[in-house]
């Protein structure tokens, strides 16, 4: 029901910032909940934040002060501004879609994911 396509990862060093961006194909509002998840060799996929159609926001906390999630609704689009980056931010970020159905269990969409390397 909706592509998702994130950018704006790289290799950048510890104490920098990055912009990631997701782009669906749809309208956002029609997404109950959009997200940001990492997934970091050999561990579990985590949530790092979402921000929900009405617009409230959740974040993990460690990254709580330093990461903000945001949205262009005119674009689609939302973002994940990452600042003060440390080497554990280390991680493949993917974008994520859920979407309610009329049953009341959600649907999960994805994107490719975007590499995100922190230097010491």
């Known amino acids: 029901q909706v592509q998702l396509v994130e950018s704006g990862g790289g290799l950048v060093q510890a104490g920098g910032s990055l912009r990631l961006s997701c782009a669906a194909s749809?309208?956002?509002?029609?997404?109950?909940?959009m997200g940001w998840y990492r997934q970091a060799p050999g561990k579990q996929r985590e949530l790092v934040a979402t921000?929900?159609?009405?617009?409230?926001?959740n974040y993990a906390d460690s990254v709580k002060g330093r990461f903000t999630i945001s949205r262009d609704v005119a674009k689609n689009t939302v973002y994940l501004q990452m600042n003060s980056l440390k080497p554990e931010d280390t991680a493949v970020y993917y974008c994520?879609?859920?979407?309610?159905?009329?049953?009341?269990?959600?649907?999960?969409?994805w994107g490719q994911g975007t590499q995100v390397t922190v230097s010491s």
């Open positions: 994520n879609a859920k979407i309610v159905s009329y049953s009341g269990s959600y649907s999960d969409y």
């Open positions: 749809r309208s956002i509002f029609s997404i109950n909940v």
């Open positions: 921000i929900a159609s009405g617009g409230s926001r």
